[in-house]
């Protein structure tokens, strides 16, 4: 028998007006021939054309004359190669330039799906009953570029979402890089990113045991200056910098709404998206929490899992996960550790569930094998849809399915608390498949979680319908476990 499942009468779905501004440049000799044009016009038409630009675009975006700065300084270097004095050029004509350097993108006009839900660290001012919630989406614009937002929400008595109002902007966050790397932990990296050492040695070999971010950068850059460097160097040293620019800070004003709080691909490493976080609540042993979350950068044709943490939704910091055990999609992290040690789910494969156990959260090595496919809805491949959730009956993990014609299905898994490799039970049967009206969207005939929690003794899932947009279910725990127990 089926578990029964509630679906809520709620969507989330994309809208294409929800728009941030990213610096655009054309190639060095068009910024240049574009330079030269709005040196000729006077002062009257620079301060005209300035005056209609921000009349037309400062009602969408906040302090849109400090992006046009900050984006006409980006391409300092081509102005003054110019013959031209950056630091006369008047305010007027600098907030020009950088318009010019600046474009509109749709964060989530293609889709926005893949929700993972947490508890919040604000839980005041509530009703006995009520959660107060944090939910992540993956919001998709155009060229299929990816990127993490953010929804605040409180779960009611019935397991009822009340969503806070959206903001009306958009807010850019400050990013800054790690100063310091450890060589051999790079080293042991690229190894894993199959860069060929017989590439990486020479630059390797020219910094010390602890080199600085920028010396990287210097040392790469002046070897691919080479016109006449093969093609595979190249993409190995180029390799070399997204990895190293994988490392950064991330920070967000506090007057900025959550809403308005985007994590948008920064690095090379993830330059084509931010792809499926699945946010925790940690509960370090001394009771500390901290929040992370496991995602997926990819730049188009090589994919670099990474960490993200937090301690306020302000802050976030960002790095790559590393060893034998971190590769390929789908990892999660437990929300406390298991005998002194982390705990990971992942499929390195691509294919079965796996567990690995860690003294450091982004060293990941000798995974162990959990759960192959075993039933039809499953057999093409079975991964996490989220990380493990403590329940006094066992770890629940909530797990995806792939079958015929790549129909992907949520399940549920319950494993031993002590020992998470000691599977209790298992359904047969999918909690959710794709329903008719749930079969259209980007990708057709998909379900899919990125993290669930739990409230007033129910599941809360919330899922991707087809990759274009979300919403979420209520399963009673009582019966979940019933029919798991029963296998």
Known sequence: MRVSVERKDIRFMPDSSRVLVRFFMNGDQRTQDL????????????????????????????????????????IRSIIEGMQLNYSQLSEDRKLLIGSYCTMEFSLESA??????????????????????????????????????????????????????KIGNHIDKAEISHKKLYDKKRFIERLEQMDIPTKFSRAIMDRLPERFEYYALKREVSEILKDTNMISERRMALEEMTWLVDSFYDVQFKHDADISARVIFPISESESRGIEDARFVRFIDDDGEIKIYATYTAYNGHTILPKLLSTDDFYTFRIMPLHGAGAQNKNLALFPTKIKGKYAMLARIDGVNNYIMFSDRNTLWKNPILLQKPRYPW??????????????????????????PMRRYCIGASLFDLEDPTKEIGRLAEPLI?????????????VVYSCGALIHNNSLILPYAVSDYSSTYAVVKLEELFRALKRR
């Open 378 to 403: 499953e057999f093409t491949q079975i991964g996490n849809c989220g990380s493990p959730l403590y329940t006094t009956e066992g770890w629940l993990i909530i797990t995806h399915g792939v079958g």
């Open 35 to 74: 330079v030269t044009r709005i040196m000729a016009m006077s002062d009257f038409q620079v301060a005209q054309t300035l005056e209609q630009t921000l009349r037309e675009f400062s009602r969408r975006h906040r302090n849109i004359s400090q992006v046009f700065i900050k984006h006409c300084s980006k």
């Open 433 to 445: 498949t794709p329903l008719e009206h749930e079969r259209e969207g980007y990708v057709p005939n």
């Open 111 to 164: 889709a926005f799906f893949n929700p993972s839900m947490i508890e919040d660290f604000d839980q005041t001012y509530l009703e006995e009953g009520e959660k107060r919630v944090i939910i992540s989406f993956r919001a998709t614009g155009e060229g299929h570029i990816s990127s993490l937002v953010f929804r605040r929400a409180i779960l009611d008595k019935n397991n009822d979402l009340q969503l806070m």
